[in-house]
């Protein structure tokens, strides 16, 4: 079965250890995508919104070189990389630096990392201050340039303007906070919301959005699923695995390469076709309907 991951940081683990898109020291590798049958792949730019701002300019810059030189290369033509902004505070209303943003292929952005910004309050900022004015135009021009506008990281009021303000909107790698009660979780009500939209909504493998601990079991992750389709998100969900970002993950899914325990795993506890929307129907979906049935037949 075909998998799609909304979100993973192997392009920051690449710089910050120096190694390749071949080394399996980055966890989502060229080998562990093949062996996953990983055929969708977001790969996020980041750099610390902490480091000064030449720091940060060179720093995307590298990443951006990384994946064109690097990553698309490696992948078979079957295999689609995508590449997004996880937080937007470097570009900014810098037209010079969102030029070049998309010039190198970014299609989706979220406006913060947790922090606050010149744009909006990250999860980690007060729930009622929403998004700022430069916030607003930057997802003025993301609905230009048809970037998809990712509510990963955003405070709740910011969730709910960003929604209301996208054409195009997701979550590329959250959990569900009526399981877990964390701040970079999603209510059963922005559930819906995102459901409303049309929209797309990845969960994550990471133990402390799941349970508050350093260790997950797979049937704890399989909790996350069940809750969603008990309110009707089955069509919506889909995997957003955050792997080079978290420094622990759900027991048996230590990468791409575990998917097809995965798949097994959700196959003794769901159908068939939700498994496949789950693994990759429903991402791809949100993506580009169009695109979809070259791929449904596996």
């Not at 790698?173 to 409303?196: C, F, G």
């Not at 997950?216 to 389709?229: N, P, S, V, W, Y």
């Not at 798949?263 to 076709?273: A, E, G, I, M, Y």
């Amino acid at each position: 079965m075909y998998i799609a991951d909304a979100h993973c940081d192997a392009l920051w683990k690449m710089t910050q250890q120096s190694v390749p898109f071949t080394s399996s020291r980055v966890t989502v590798n060229k080998n562990s995508l093949k062996n996953g049958n990983v055929k969708t792949q977001v790969f996020a730019l980041y750099v610390p919104p902490h480091w000064p701002i030449k720091k940060q300019r060179h720093e995307l810059k590298r990443q951006m070189e990384l994946f064109h030189s690097q990553i698309k290369p490696a992948l078979p033509a079957s295999t689609e990389a995508i590449l997004a902004l996880e937080g937007a505070s470097l570009p900014g209303e810098d037209q010079s630096l969102q030029q070049k943003l998309l010039e190198s292929g970014v299609s989706m952005a979220s406006l913060t990392w947790n922090e606050e910004n010149a744009l909006a309050y990250g999860s980690s900022q007060p729930s009622h201050l929403g998004i700022k004015a430069a916030g607003k135009r930057f997802i003025a021009w993301q609905n230009s340039n048809n970037i998809i506008v990712d509510g990963a990281h955003l405070n709740e009021k910011g969730f709910w303007e960003a929604l209301e303000h996208a054409d195009r909107f997701l979550v590329s790698h959250t959990n569900i906070k009526s399981i877990y009660n964390h701040p970079r979780n999603l209510t059963d009500a922005q559930i819906q919301a995102v459901k409303e939209k049309d929209g797309f909504i990845g969960l994550t493998f990471y133990p402390l959005f799941i349970n508050g601990s350093s260790e997950a079991a797979l049937l704890e992750f399989t909790r996350q699923i069940d809750h969603a389709c008990s309110i009707g998100a089955e069509r919506i969900i889909g995997i957003g695995s955050d792997f080079d970002g978290i420094d622990h993950t759900v027991t048996s899914i230590q990468g791409p390469e575990d998917y097809p325990i995965l798949v097994d795993h959700l196959l003794r506890h769901f159908s068939k076709d939700i498994v496949k929307g789950i693994a990759y129907g429903n991402f791809r979906r949100f993506l580009d309907k169009k695109n979809l049935n070259k791929f449904e037949a596996n």
